[in-house]
């Protein structure tokens, strides 16, 4: 044992003397390289540039960018892709500026490269880390056969307000679930490896807490405690950072009153002091100039605020290309700042191994060969069906029998443009698989399908215009609304089941896709109604880029399926759960409010002094007059079409000390005729506490495949770090005291046993 033990300490010196010979190398060719760069030219590296023709979520673009990336004035370019086009844009830098220094190329690689999965959102209502870890390696390989290695994911803001359309892009309301998916992407992006042909750099974005801007309003201001801040929105950035991510994108918000992009205490003091991050800072789309707005002074004063605060590379607000060299000239800068975030550039490019080969990702033979292959079309198949949540399932409705006829209804329901989710702008709508085409796909001949639209996916048309900035996704039918609902309605009354395909176009969430009202729109309502007034059987596959306030068509559906915007398998993944191919098995990230009185609306809530206990309004309690206190489905819902039946929780011991770890064991069975997945829960409270802590804090999770009639235990271990929190001081402490351990199928769905941590 000791002799295994010696082994062990002096393979990991080696390996840390290994790590340290290689950044000695890497500081010296750095250091060498930047002896022989002007001050212009370490400027040209904090410059990242777009020049066009993607998808642009600011209103600047840059110019002139051939003559800057020759001059030396560009360290790196996004939203260009494609191995020909990017050797072209490096030959520029590499062959024609005067040091050679290769471009880093960048992208928004959110949810698959060409093979688009579900949205982030959706992802991680699988709960499956192996699986999201597999995604962000598909969309890596992708990628970097496109040339493009360096990603702007994964997005890790928490979000606890559904109007706020970024919702759609994380991992949802808790920090622990987001931390677990904030690594495992890392990981699948990164690999451990930077310079292997397949891997690409990762950046954790957005620093921070952009997640809680106020309102649900985009871009909006974010005022919030440090309590707040360092239990529940800094820990999935901080697990980024862990991961070893290469790259932190800075938010638009502020943060304690300081703009994220000019704010030392976020940028240095907590992100490289604290936590002791080594990668370089790029920002927001201009969100250096955006500080003038904020009230930070003019673009020569905020840009030197950024960089003094930590911010190494500007994205496409140019602020640091000119106004820096004025700034060092004026003693507003100092040439050591300048130099420390040029180095931080340099550094990522040596890490990528841009200076051995600066044209390792431009293979112009490797995209036909990795993108969209049929492994990855499958791979996204599987995703999109584990990313399903069943809301509901009355009668055990589903799945549907492979016989007889099935009315398939809805303007989601044969539409390609609305299948990828908002944030795929590599994807290519008309590659996705229509709900239509899936079924038949999947049920083939024995089912007979009949179709229609029914109804606009809004009848408005200055919303559509709105939400079709970027391509038709509200596509407003000539016939009338009552034309399409009266076919609707009849072609309904000659099926045996009616599925409505509903919800949300993709671009009404995403960025600036903000909803003050999140019920499906008015005209898919009444379409609802209508095919509910036909007394057939009526199951919802409701897609959505965010929770929505759905309490009516609860009612009215006898199943609603949880689809989100499900990505390029769409309709085949969606027909593989409708007909029990797979059986579902996701679970709500994100809590769905009944109304949008109720949001924020949260399971980790903090308890008040007069918390009520159920439902039922008393005087004087903290409640509504016109509303539950309660969601409509709660953080960690989901059915499936078995049932899952817990045993009580037992606990290994009923007091623990520091060093000690306790077992907290279920028995799980399927109770159910199918086979199934399930997402055993862990939730702990500490009852006694210096701070206000959560009423229910997510702490594990497993998720367990049962046959049908098998019985599993499932045991948990926890130790006094499991225990901790950021006490008023902001030290990372468990305090001693009572602790109740949950276990279940949902945060509302829970059995308890306590522990105290002596
Ligand atoms: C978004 C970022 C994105 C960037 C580059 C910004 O508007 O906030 O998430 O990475 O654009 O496309």
Redesign the pocket.
């Known amino acids: 044992m000791k002799k295994l033990m010696f082994f062990a300490v002096a393979f990991a010196l080696l390996i840390s003397c290994g790590q340290q010979e290689q950044k000695s190398e890497m500081d010296t060719f750095i250091s060498d390289l930047m002896s022989q760069m002007t001050v212009q030219e370490k400027i040209g590296q904090l410059n990242l540039v ?1 020049p066009g023709g993607g ?1 642009l ?2 209103s600047v673009v840059s110019t002139d960018v051939e003559n800057k990336i020759k001059t030396g004035r560009v360290g790196g370019i ?2 260009i892709y494609g191995p020909e086009n990017l050797r072209q844009a490096q030959q520029m830098a590499v062959e024609e500026s005067r040091l050679g220094i290769p471009m880093i190329f960048g992208a ?1 690689v959110i949810h698959g490269y060409k093979t688009t999965f579900p949205i982030p959102l959706g992802i991680s209502a699988s709960w499956d880390m192996e699986l999201i870890e597999k995604t962000a390696r598909i969309a890596a390989q992708e990628a970097t056969a496109d040339g493009i290695f360096w990603n ?1 994911s994964p ?1 890790v803001d928490i979000a606890r307000d559904p109007r706020w359309g970024r919702v759609a892009e994380g991992a949802g309301e808790d920090p622990f679930l987001g931390s677990r998916v904030s690594e495992a992407m890392v990981r699948g992006y990164q690999q451990d490896d930077l310079t292997r042909e397949n891997t690409m750099m990762s950046t954790v ?2 620093m921070a807490l952009y997640g809680a801007s106020e309102a649900g309003r985009d871009y909006n201001t974010v005022d919030m405690s440090r309590n707040r801040m360092f239990n529940d929105y800094m820990p999935p950035y901080k697990a980024a950072v862990d991961a070893g991510v290469g790259c932190v ?1 800075t938010s ?1 918000n502020d943060v304690d009153g300081i703009p994220a992009s000019g704010n030392r205490w976020l940028l240095t003091e907590l992100l490289r002091d604290d936590w002791g991050f080594e990668g370089f800072v790029v920002s ?2 201009t969100s250096i100039n955006e500080m003038i707005a904020h009230g930070m002074g003019d673009l020569q004063t905020v840009s030197a605020l950024a960089l003094k605060a930590g911010l190494d590379m500007d ?1 496409v607000g140019e602020g640091f290309l000119t106004t820096l060299e004025k700034s060092l000239e004026e003693g507003k800068v100092t040439e050591a700042e300048i130099d420390l975030a040029c180095r931080r550039v340099l550094e990522a490019k040596y890490k990528l191994g841009l200076f051995e080969d600066p044209y390792r990702y431009f293979d112009a033979l490797r995209p036909e060969k990795k993108i969209l292959t049929a492994e990855n079309r499958q791979a996204a198949r599987e995703v999109a069906a584990r990313s399903f949540v069943l809301l509901k399932n009355d009668n055990k409705f589903l799945p549907l029998k492979k016989s007889g006829t099935v009315a398939l209804i809805g303007p989601l329901a044969d539409n390609k443009n609305n299948m990828l989710g908002t944030w795929a702008p590599t994807g290519d709508p008309q590659l996705s698989v229509p709900v239509l085409d899936g079924i038949k796909n999947v049920a083939g001949d024995a089912v007979s399908v009949l179709y229609a639209k029914g109804a606009n996916i809004s009848d408005d048309p200055v919303f559509a215009a709105k939400v079709n900035v970027f391509g038709t996704r509200i596509d407003i039918d000539e016939r009338s609304p009552e034309v399409m609902l009266r076919e609707a309605v009849n072609t309904a009354r000659r099926a045996d089941v009616v599925v409505a395909v509903v919800g949300e176009a993709t671009e009404m969430s995403g ?1 600036s896709g903000n909803r003050t009202n999140l019920d499906v729109p008015e005209s898919q309502k009444k379409l609802i109604r209508a095919l509910a007034e036909t007394g057939k059987p009526l199951v919802l596959v409701l897609m959505a880029g965010r929770p929505l306030t759905i309490e009516e068509e609860v009612e009215l559906a006898d199943a609603i399926l949880l689809t989100w915007h499900p990505g390029v398998e769409a309709g085949n993944a969606i027909a593989d759960v409708l007909f029990g191919n797979y059986n579902p098995s996701g679970k709500l990230t994100m809590t769905f409010p009944r109304n949008v009185g109720q949001i924020p609306i949260y399971y980790a809530h903090r308890n008040t002094g007069r918390p009520q206990a159920g439902d039922e309004f008393e005087k004087f309690k903290t409640n509504y007059l016109d509303s539950p206190n309660s969601p409509l489905f709660s953080f960690g819902y989901g059915l499936s079409y078995t049932t899952f039946e817990y045993s009580d929780v037992s606990l290994s011991k009923t007091t623990i000390s520091a060093n000690e770890t306790l077992e907290a064991k279920v028995t799980v069975t399927n109770t159910g005729e199918y086979d199934g997945e399930e997402v055993v829960q862990l939730y702990i409270r500490d009852v006694v506490t210096s701070i206000t802590r959560p009423v229910k804090e997510l702490k594990g999770f497993q998720k367990i495949s049962l046959k049908a009639g098998e019985s599993k235990e499932v045991s948990f271990t926890l130790s006094e770090e499991d225990l901790k929190f950021y006490n008023y001081d902001l030290d990372f402490v468990a305090e001693p005291g009572e602790f109740v351990v949950f276990i279940g199928t949902s945060s509302d769905e829970v059995k308890e046993a306590r522990f105290v941590l002596e």
């Open positions: 777009t998808i979520t600011g996004f939203g928004d702007f997005m974005k957005h994108m638009f927001d789309y994205m960025e």
